[in-house]
Antibody
Framework: EVQLLESGGGLVPPGGSLRLSCAAS????????MTWVRQAPGKGLEWVSD????????YYTDSVKGRFSISRDNSKNTLFLQMSSLRAEDTAVYFC??????????WGQGTLVTVSS | QSALTQPRSVSGSPGQSVTISCTGT?????????VSWYRQQPGKAPNLMIY???KRPSGVPDRFFASKSGITASLTISGLQVEDEADYYC???????????FGGGTRLTVL
């Protein structure tokens, strides 16, 4: 059974940093690209970032370029999202998902990031 | 990276059919074979309902039908059930252009 479990969310002041993790199990982790998708309170889904199975190729939505960094540790079946220079508009539930050509068959339950002073 | 355009809300009665549209551009929906649809219940993670424009994952009933014409994708739900009430999102993948973009979401109300 495929399982994705996010952690690392919390309250952080504007300008601060946070690292999210997503522990994966039940599939060949290095065989799949992985994605972060976020959802601000009461808003829709927003694709944030994607990383190839090997970790060598990454993509970001324009609003997080230069501030967020996606990475993965295939030896530990774990995906990361390092977030810095956080803004109030980054407040959201962050979901990790397994990516199959930009389509997401499996999702984690999400972790809430709140950027506030 | 503008969001795909969906109606904010649609509604129908049990047993009826509804269609949710998803309009993009030639750089995303119009140029992609990888259009997907997700259902999200309040407080839950999204759930994949359609992938590759019109394919259903195992477990998704054939009441859910999807198609694409030009820059517009559509999701039709027939035989509406109360449990279909949720938010529905379309999504397009187009690596050459915008990479991944979601629609703004449609709230389906089953009256």
């Amino acid at each position: 059974e495929v399982q994705l479990l996010e952690s690392g969310g919390g309250l952080v002041p504007p300008g601060g940093s946070l690292r999210l993790s997503c522990a994966a199990s039940g599939f060949g982790f290095s065989d799949y690209a992985m994605t972060w998708v976020r959802q601000a309170p009461g808003k829709g889904l927003e694709w944030v970032s994607d990383i190839s199975g090997s970790g060598t190729t990454t993509y970001y939505t324009d609003s997080v370029k230069g501030r967020f960094s996606i990475s993965r540790d295939n030896s530990k079946n774990t995906l990361f999202l390092q977030m810095s220079s956080l803004r109030a508009e980054d407040t959201a539930v962050y979901f990790c998902a397994r990516a199959d050509w930009g389509q997401f068959h499996y999702w984690g339950q999400g972790t809430l990031v709140t950027v506030s002073s | 990276q503008s969001a795909l355009t969906q109606p904010r809300s649609v509604s129908g009665s049990p047993g009826q059919s509804v269609t949710i549209s998803c309009t993009g551009t030639s750089s995303d929906v119009g140029g992609s074979n990888y259009v997907s649809w997700y259902r999200q219940q309040p407080g839950k993670a999204p759930n994949l309902m359609i992938y590759d424009v019109n394919k259903r994952p195992s477990g998704v009933p054939d009441r859910f039908f999807a198609s694409k014409s030009g820059i517009t994708a559509s999701l039709t739900i027939s035989g509406l059930q109360v449990e279909d009430e949720a938010d529905y999102y379309c999504c397009s993948y187009a690596a050459r252009y915008t990479y991944v973009v979601f629609g703004g979401g449609t709230r389906l109300t089953v009256l």
